[in-house]
């Protein structure tokens, strides 16, 4: 599905790209993703979490340490 109707930017691309490690302001530099008239951010950004392997994302990681803090303090 085309998600950045102004660039032209599918969702397959975006996946692509953050699987070899991008994230979201990789994707805006490289590809212009909602840098222009901005309506595809959520969607690019729902798209990059989807992407986003679990042990790679930092909200995942942060809620961990919390866990882990709770259990041994």
């Known amino acids: ?4 109707i102004c660039r032209n930017i599918s ?4 996946t692509l790209r953050v699987q070899d490690g991008a994230q979201f302001d990789d ?3 490289d590809l212009g993703i909602a840098t222009c008239c901005g309506c595809c951010e959520e ?3 729902d798209v990059v979490t989807r992407a986003t392997p679990a042990t790679r994302h930092p909200r995942q990681r942060h ?7 709770l259990v041994l303090g």
């Open 63 to 69: 809620a961990r340490r919390k866990i882990k803090r």
């Open 43 to 45: 969607c690019a950004r």
């Open 27 to 29: 994707l805006q530099i």
């Open 1 to 4: 599905m085309i998600v950045c």
């Open 11 to 14: 969702d397959k691309e975006i």
